[in-house]
C-alpha cells in the first residue's frame, strides 16, 4: 500500500515543486472530455456502465474492493497519481435464508440490530412502510416492537410507498446503518424483505435460518492528485462516495462519472486532490474516520457530489426527465450571485443543511470553507 498524500509530505516536498501545474495529457485520449470545456454523455455514461459491473458495492466485500481497484485504474489513465487509506470499522458479517412455502425470498439484514444464529419457523413478522434512507422512524418502530415481544428474530416486509417523483417500490430494499451506534440496538437480530411477499408470508408463515456476527474488518477510501507534479497544501477536494448496498447504477455512477470529470476539468487551471470514499451505506463511516484520522489539508474549495444526480422519474406524458435534486453550499446559496438561478435550471433545489457526506465536510471544515 502506498502511503496517502498529505500536507505534511506536500510541505515537505517544496512550496516550488507543490506549485508547479500540469494538464494531464491522458484525459483527452480517456474520452472524458469533449469540444472545448465540454464532456459528452457518452463518455459519462461508459464510467456508469462500468462502475456499475458490480452488483454489490458493499462495503468490505469483494466486489466493492474490485471496484475500487477499477476506480483506481480509471484515476490513474486519467492523468491523476493515487493512494489508498486504510481505515479499521466493524463488518457485520451474515448468511440467511427465508422461505415462504416453496418459495425462497430475498433478504437482507438490518445491519447491526443483532448477531447470533437463528432457526424457526415463527419469527416475528411486522409489515413495514419504509419511507427513509437511514433510521426509518417505522423501521425502528418495528425492531422495537420486535424486542418487546421477546423474538429471537425480526422479519419485516418492507414497502417504501409513493412519493411525488416515484412510484412505491415493493422490491428488495437496504437501510443505511451506522456501526458506530451497536450499543443503542434493539439486538435482535432483523431480516429485511421485499413487500410485495408480505400477504404470502401472513398466510404461509416463514422458516428462518440466519447467521450474523460483528469483526473487525478494514476498508480503503482512494485518494488522487489531479493537475499537479507535486502535493499542495490548498487544492480543491472533489469527493464522491463509492459504496453502496447494490449495483448502484444511478445511485452511485453518476456522481463518480460527474466527479471525474470535473476533478481533469479544473485540474487544466487548479490542483484538485479527489477522494473516493467507501462505508456509504454504513453512515459514511469511511469519511467520517478519514475527517477524523486523516485529513490535514487546507482545502480552498470542496464540491461533495452526492446520491443520483442523473436518476429519472416519468411525467404524465411519459417523458423521462431528471428527478428534483437538492444542493447546499458555504456560503448560502442565496448569498452567492447568480447561484439560485443556475440551481434551478439543473432542477436543484437549495437547502440549508448539507446531506449525507457533506454534512461530514462542512462539519469538520466549518462555514468558512466554500
Known amino acids: 500500500m502506498t502511503r496517502p498524500i498529505t500536507r505534511r509530505s506536500a510541505l515537505a516536498a517544496g512550496a516550488a515543486g507543490a506549485a508547479a501545474l500540469a494538464l494531464p495529457t491522458s484525459a483527452t485520449a480517456a474520452g472524458l472530455r469533449g469540444r472545448g470545456s465540454d464532456v459528452t454523455g ?3 455514461f461508459s464510467i456508469v456502465e462500468g462502475y456499475s459491473r458490480w452488483p454489490l458495492h458493499r462495503t468490505g466485500s469483494a466486489q466493492e474492493e474490485a471496484a ?5 485504474q480509471t484515476l490513474r489513465r486519467l492523468g491523476a497519481t493515487t493512494s489508498r487509506w486504510r481505515y479499521d470499522y466493524p463488518h457485520y458479517d451474515w448468511s440467511a435464508s427465508v422461505r415462504v412455502g416453496r418459495q425462497t425470498i430475498p433478504s437482507v439484514p438490518l445491519y447491526y440490530e443483532g448477531t447470533g444464529r437463528v432457526r424457526t419457523s ?24 420486535a424486542k418487546a415481544a421477546g423474538a429471537e428474530v425480526a422479519l419485516l416486509p418492507v414497502t417504501k410507498p409513493a412519493t411525488a417523483t416515484a412510484a412505491a417500490y415493493d422490491g428488495l430494499v437496504a437501510f443505511n446503518s451506522d456501526p458506530d451506534t451497536q450499543d443503542e440496538r434493539t439486538g435482535v437480530p432483523t431480516l429485511v424483505v421485499p413487500g410485495r411477499h408480505a400477504d404470502a408470508i401472513a398466510r404461509h408463515g416463514a422458516d428462518v435460518r440466519f447467521t450474523s456476527r460483528v469483526r473487525s474488518a478494514h476498508a480503503t ?9 507535486a502535493p499542495v497544501a490548498d487544492p480543491v477536494v472533489v469527493t464522491t462516495p463509492l459504496s453502496g448496498w447494490f449495483t448502484c447504477a444511478a445511485e452511485r455512477g453518476p456522481g463518480l462519472a460527474f466527479a471525474l470529470a470535473l476533478a481533469t476539468d479544473l485540474a487544466r487551471t487548479t490542483p484538485v486532490f479527489f477522494l473516493g470514499n467507501t462505508g456509504h451505506e454504513l453512515d459514511n463511516v469511511g469519511v467520517r474516520r ?19 444526480l442523473a436518476a429519472g422519474a416519468r411525467d404524465a406524458d411519459g417523458r423521462l426527465r431528471l428527478v428534483p435534486r437538492v444542493a447546499a453550499s458555504n456560503p448560502a446559496p442565496a448569498t452567492v450571485p447568480g447561484l439560485v438561478p443556475h440551481l434551478a435550471t439543473g432542477r436543484f433545489a437549495p437547502v440549508a443543511t448539507f446531506p449525507g457526506e457533506g454534512a461530514e465536510w462542512s462539519r469538520a471544515l466549518g462555514p468558512d470553507v466554500p
Do not use: K, M
Not at 68 to 72: F, G, I, K, L
Not at 122 to 145: C, I, L, Y
Not at 221 to 227: D, K, S
Open 42 to 44: 457518452r463518455a459519462l
Open 68 to 72: 475500487v481497484r477499477w476506480v483506481e
Open 122 to 145: 415463527r419469527p416475528f413478522v411486522a409489515p413495514t412502510n419504509g419511507s427513509a434512507a437511514g433510521e426509518d422512524p417505522g423501521v425502528q418502530a418495528a425492531v422495537a416492537a
Open 221 to 229: 477510501n482512494l485518494e488522487g492528485w489531479f493537475g499537479t507534479s
Open 290 to 308: 478519514y475527517l477524523a484520522q486523516e485529513l490535514d489539508l487546507s482545502p480552498r474549495a470542496v464540491i461533495h457530489l452526492g446520491a443520483s
